[in-house]
């Protein structure tokens, strides 16, 4: 099966091939329908509707999350950074995190990482650069930072001696508290100059008390794919937020 057979992304991405279930929600197919794109499917856009039930501000919040990552490089890219490392980079959109860059400056480079696979091939077909190695692609996970740091993609895409704005917005959420976020944050930092570092939880525990606090196992009544295994959104308190920020 093709995704463009099921309806969703018009990319002939062979969902088979990456393991792909599109009856369970996925978070970067939810995302996307929230923000009004074509790449989710049933599962996703039902169990979106469901959260913007609980939460009605759902979409709202999906858009200015993304108005505040665009601002945020355009800020970095006018303060001189040239190089980007967006994990958790999600399905391609208008801008992203390159066009916004290069638009400021011409020679910005951009790593993007995600750790689903079909993110991963959308964004290697649709986020070009006719040079070689100044957009990077990488299937990972953030809770492995070596993984991502030390991978040739990121060794051919970012030069470690200069400034790197990280970019984990709308990501972190993601994280389990057994996940040791805050290590990963500070992991996903080391060897280089970050030049900011921009974390955004999206679910915070007094707004959308369907999700599940980061310390505790998936409620039975549930929002489907917020389930850890999806894996899906954690919430934390403002306090333990802010810490990142
Ligand atoms: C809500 S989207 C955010 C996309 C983008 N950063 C933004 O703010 O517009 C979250 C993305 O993080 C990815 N993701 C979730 N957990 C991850 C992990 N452990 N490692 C890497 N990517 C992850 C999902 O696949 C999805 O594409």
């Not at 801008?95 to 916004?100: G, K, L, T």
Request: charge should be neutral; hydrophobic fraction near 40%; proline fraction near 10%.
């Amino acid at each position: 099966m093709t995704a463009g057979q099921a309806g969703g992304p018009e990319l002939p991405v062979d969902l088979d091939r990456f393991g792909v279930d599109i009856t369970r929600p996925h978070p970067a197919r939810r995302y996307d329908y929230l923000l009004g794109g074509k790449d989710n499917f049933a599962a996703d856009r039902a169990s979106a509707d469901e959260l913007a039930a609980t939460f009605p501000h759902i979409r709202t919040a999906a858009l200015e999350n993304r108005r505040f990552l665009i601002r945020a490089v355009r800020w970095l890219a006018r303060a001189g950074v040239r190089q980007f490392l967006d994990v958790g980079t999600g399905y391609p959109t208008a801008p992203n995190v390159h066009e916004a860059a290069r638009a400021i400056a011409a020679d910005s480079r951009v790593l993007y990482v995600d750790n689903d696979p079909v993110v991963v091939a959308h964004a290697r077909a649709l986020l070009t650069s006719p040079e070689p190695d100044a957009i990077g692609y990488l299937r990972a996970d953030l809770r492995d930072p070596a993984a991502i740091l030390d991978s040739p993609q990121a060794r051919a895409t970012l030069d470690f001696e200069q400034p790197i704005g990280l970019l984990l917005v709308a990501v972190l959420h993601f994280l389990d508290d057994v996940d040791d976020p805050y290590a990963v944050v500070t992991a996903s930092s080391n060897g280089y100059q970050p030049a900011a570092s921009s974390s955004c939880p999206t679910s915070r525990s007094t707004r959308c008390p369907r999700t599940r606090p980061a310390t505790s196992p998936p409620s039975p009544g549930q929002v489907p794919g917020t389930e850890r295994s999806a894996p899906g959104p954690a919430t934390r308190s403002h306090s333990s937020s802010a810490a990142w920020t």
